[in-house]
């Protein structure tokens, strides 16, 4: 089975503004026509309903930063996954590793969210990473396996459903990037752990999401098993992130 077009997809995190918005889908989908690759950007909440207004029919897909692990009910301030379905969001982040830092998101409560994402026909995006002292600890690759089979253990059937975003929490926001032979180990790690899992694991994508920008992310998409990029700052201007898109389509 052939691998998918890669796939880049922004996380604006809690950046934007209804006229930035339109401004950035305007410059973004007059140059986006022509590239091969997918692509999808992760909005604030408070933005779908503009962006899925701005985005429909565009090549470029909707997807939200979180949603809740409730179905509904006496959750003040959660978004349900129904909700964000309503909206046609395509993906959700789910795991990101500011959430699990700043909100003590545990890998059993990111499992749920991507249960409740895929009951939907959301895809979820499960990000999976290692701090800085892990990493020198020589945890890296226990600790990503840890969290990826939380999720395999919970949505075993339909785990080809899911993305992957291995995302080093050492380089996000700090200007680090695992190298190109770094990210190609962790996500051959991450790769034969689905396969393990599925006979259809070649269906999902695994994502790089430590600080890609234009100049790095030739060598790093062209590793065997990186199959393109969650793009926090560099999604956040339009050229930018069209920069990455055409690295992609090559």
Known sequence: MSKPPQLLVGNWKMHGDLSANAAFVAELTAEVSGLACRAALC???VYLAQM?????????DLGAQDLSAHEAGAYTGEVSAQMLRDFSVRYCIVGHSERRLFHAESDATVAVKAQRALAVGITPIVCVGESLAEREAGQTEAV???????????N???ISEIVVAYEPVWAIGTGLTASPEQAQ?????LRSQLKAASSHADRVSVLYGGSMTAHNAAELLAQPDVDGGLIGGASLKAQDFL???KAASR
């Open 243 to 245: 920069s990455l898109l």
């Open 185 to 189: 180990e962790v996500h051959a790690v």
């Open 144 to 154: 990503v396996k840890r969290q990826l089979a939380a999720v395999i253990q919970a």
């Open 156 to 158: 075993g059937h339909c």
């Open 52 to 60: 899925q207004v701005l985005l429909s029919g565009s090549r470029i």
């Open 43 to 45: 909005v604030p909440a």
